[in-house]
């Protein structure tokens, strides 16, 4: 294959590459930091492939079947908490296999930047009996990709591609190929392999196992999983981003860096172990690796001395095996500086007024998880995608109505379309009484303004039919619908305490865009020092815009402020202005 | 060559990404093997956030460790402390003389630490710019990354003309004059 031009890629934007020199014709995802970059990226490529942004991972991964069964190269990209949700098709879509080429990319997040849990995609392949394919670089980000299609088709097996945060958003030198043409192959009518009904699943279980173990046959010989022979006196095993750790750790052991992680290659395995005299096995998270070598009667050491929590590194691999400690000043004791709501933010609006009125919130996965933060520590809960509503109404089936009268659900409009509705159809359905605010921003925020059902335009950029949330909700029985403008406090405050009042579901709509998604020179707020009494009433609702002088007067930073006139609205003093032009 | 290792520190939304991958673009166009981790997502939110550049004839590990920074642009001062322990022995330590509380400091749990800069210089060896006030001169503040970069780019081994080139290639076509005036206010410092 000619080679075109060497690039620095994010391990993201390398999958997305490698989808398209596969030759992949439909792609769908919902977005999940750290996944979200692979569609944005595939986008450059509609000429020649479909992506999309579905509503949720269950609904991908089912578009990127139905794409399969057709018989094109399909695949659907999730977070790790993504893949639960699209697990009940994953399971049996283990079970049909494939036409076209299919694989799941699948992006973990040890550390947790940006994720609720720290799951190992690993055990969920292994249960659902995936193969996995797990890259160290942007370069093998993209090779595997292709490979995972090969694989895919050759052994009649659905293919998850197995990434963390620091392959999906590292960047590293790729060299492009042309694509690939001709991949499509023609749809072939086969009700024993695609209904999954008792009779043709237990067949196909058997398929399943005898495909499964001939993968495990050839893993032995497969290049992607490769020996490097050193110094014998210390062997590792490892895949992934370790593998890179270990290189820059141990630069004279000898390593074994599986490419597949599932199924091992126990043949070659036995071997390496055999010509080592001690035997380590480096993977972040979870002993997958290490359960299954240990059971085969193999000597190693793994987790006794590393984390089952969070990143590693070359540091800590050095610390673990080695015994060195790093040679480096003590870090300053400073001030954390966790993740706040942005200046402008209308969540912050919504989540003052929610605090004036002494609310709690029943919370959601977004920004608006932020709310959870002081000073604001209005949100008691924040679970999984669209769990706000259905807690909320759990709450109220336990304790009764009078109990979630100082309470809300709060979810985001991407998150209401993702699984929210279902939560919602529920309420209505089982005579809730409780009260829904839909934080309708316009966006995908938290990954990075993505579109959803509800914007009017899709991941390829066209428009689109928007869906009328207040429309949607009143269609599945919500009588009481009120859309109120975010920043409009009043309003909001008098909305919420009629909504609940009354005997039945209520959603109330936030409105107003995400302050990121206008770029350019926005207004912003000046204080007059002379009147300003240093009362402090602006600082409530945590704008991190505005600190306290040592005077006691406040200021506001002019290059953060959007102008957004929460402070404004709350000043007794008329000390804060609004200044329309810079 | 021994690896390079720098680290870009700041606070969330103020142009870590940007700096980092013009400083990628420059090494892979000088024929480096390089690699860049990045924040996205909801570390990204206004909160403290570190970018890793390394680059070099082969280079494995895509973050910086402890100790082992040439060099650190720091965005903000408290997290120019914050990270300064990244630093080898004989790095440069670049920071942007600028205050952003942090919301512990913001409610009044925490106190943002005085002296920051003073306190640094007697241990590393620090450069220190107030490149938001210096943009707010070529009027946009916003440019205050390119800025601080000018000043770091002093201590690296690239001439101006790579650095004006990659960073015409990786800037918005509409702000690249003012993305290179303000990279030549930095230099020139």
Do not use: W
């Given at each position: 294959m000619a080679q075109l031009k060497k690039v620095i890629m994010l391990g993201n934007e390398a999958i997305a590459r490698g989808a398209y020199e596969a030759g992949v014709k439909v792609s769908a995802a919902y977005p999940g930091?750290?996944?979200?970059e692979i569609s944005e990226y595939l986008v450059q490529y509609k000429d020649s492939l479909y992506c999309e942004w579905s509503p949720n991972e269950k609904v991908a991964a089912e578009v990127a079947l139905g794409a399969s069964i057709a018989g094109s190269r399909a695949m659907a990209c999730m977070k790790h908490v993504g893949f639960n949700v699209a697990a009940d098709p994953v399971y049996s879509i283990s079970y049909i296999g494939v036409n076209g080429g299919l694989v799941f990319v699948v992006a973990d997040d040890p550390g947790l930047y940006s994720s609720q849990n720290e799951q190992d995609t690993r055990m969920v392949a292994l249960a659902a009996k995936l193969p996995v394919l797990e890259p160290s670089d942007s370069a093998e980000a993209k090779e595997y990709t292709k490979l995972a299609f090969e694989i895919s088709e050759k052994y009649d097996r659905p293919v998850v591609l197995r990434i963390t945060t620091r392959l999906a958003h590292s960047q590293g030198v790729v060299e492009l190929c042309e694509p690939c043409t001709d991949t499509d192959k023609p749809y072939v009518k086969n009700i024993a392999k695609t209904v999954m009904m008792p009779g043709n699943a237990k067949l196909r279980h058997v398929v399943v196992e005898e495909r499964n173990s001939e993968l495990a046959q050839a893993a032995d010989t497969m290049?992607?999983?490769r020996v490097e022979m050193a110094d014998t006196s210390i062997g590792v095993i490892t895949s992934g981003i370790p593998y890179q750790y270990v290189k820059e750790a141990l630069p004279n052991a000898s390593v074994l860096k599986?490419?597949?992680?599932?199924?091992?290659?126990k043949q070659l395995i036995c071997d390496f172990a055999s010509k080592v005299d001690k035997l380590y096995i480096v993977e972040e998270l979870d002993p997958v690796i290490e359960q299954q070598v240990k059971a085969w009667g193999i000597e190693a050491t793994g987790k006794?001395?590393?984390?089952?929590l969070g990143e590693y590194s070359a540091n800590i691999i050095r610390k673990a095996i080695l015994g060195e400690d790093v040679d480096a000043a003590q870090p300053a004791q400073v001030p954390g500086r966790p993740p706040i709501l942005c200046p402008g933010c209308p969540h912050r609006s919504v989540y003052h007024t929610l605090k004036k009125l002494g609310m709690h919130a029943a919370g959601d996965i977004?920004?608006?998880?932020?709310?959870?933060?002081?000073?604001?520590?209005?949100?008691?809960t924040t679970v999984c995608m669209g769990s706000s509503i259905s807690s909320l109404h759990g709450m109220e089936k336990a304790k009764g109505r009078e109990f979630i009268k100082n309470w809300v659900a709060v979810i985001g409009d991407s998150t209401f379309m993702h699984t929210g509705i279902n939560s919602l159809m529920n309420m209505v359905y089982n005579n809730a009484t409780g009260t829904v605010l839909i934080?309708?921003?316009s966006t995908t925020g938290m990954t990075g303004h993505q579109d959803h059902a509800?914007?009017?335009?899709?991941?390829?950029g066209d428009a689109t039919y928007a869906i009328d949330i207040p429309a949607l909700c009143r269609a599945i029985g919500v009588k009481n619908v009120v859309t109120v403008n975010a920043f409009d406090t009043a309003l909001l405050e008098k909305t919420i305490k009629e909504e609940q009042q009354k005997e039945e579901v209520s959603v109330i709509i936030t409105k107003a865009p995400c302050v990121l998604l206008t770029k350019g020179k926005k207004p912003f707020c000046v204080v007059d020092s002379e009147k300003c009494?240093?009362?402090?009433l602006c600082l409530k609702p945590g704008c991190p815009a505005i600190t306290k002088q040592a005077d006691g007067t406040v200021k506001i930073d002019d290059t953060m402020c959007?102008?957004?006139g929460l402070c404004e609205s709350l000043c007794h003093t008329a000390a804060i202005k609004l200044v329309k032009e810079g | 060559m021994a690896v390079k290792n720098i680290m870009i520190v700041g606070v969330?939304?103020?142009?870590t990404l940007l700096t980092s991958r013009i400083l990628g673009g420059l090494a892979i166009e000088a024929g480096y093997d390089v690699k860049l981790s990045e924040v996205h997502g909801?570390?990204?939110?206004g909160g403290s956030v570190v970018t890793f550049v390394r680059y070099g004839e082969n280079v494995h590990e895509p973050i910086v460790e402890e100790g082992q920074a040439d060099i650190i642009i720091a965005f903000e001062k408290l997290e120019a402390l914050r990270y300064?322990?990244?630093?080898?022995?004989?790095g440069a330590l670049i920071v942007n003389d600028w205050r952003i509380d942090p919301m512990p400091v913001v409610i009044g749990a925490a106190e943002y630490p005085v002296d920051i800069i003073e306190n640094l210089e007697k241990e590393y060896n620090v450069f220190s710019v107030n490149a938001t006030e210096e943009a707010k001169k070529l009027?946009?503040?916003?440019v205050f990354n390119l800025i601080v970069l000018g000043v770091a780019?002093?201590?690296?081994?690239?001439?101006q003309q790579q650095w004006h080139d990659v960073i015409k290639n990786t800037v918005p076509p509409k702000t690249v004059d003012i993305n290179i005036s303000a990279f030549n206010a930095g230099y020139g410092l």
């Open positions: 930091t750290p996944s979200t290049a992607i999983n599986l490419g597949m992680v599932n199924p091992l290659p006794e001395i590393f984390s089952l977004g920004c608006y998880t932020l709310g959870a933060v002081a000073p604001l520590q209005v949100v008691d934080l309708d921003n509800a914007t009017g335009k899709t991941l390829m009494k240093g009362c402090g959007t102008g957004c | 969330g939304g103020q142009g909801m570390a990204q939110r300064a322990h990244f630093l080898k022995k004989d009027g946009n503040s916003r780019a002093k201590h690296m081994d690239f001439t």
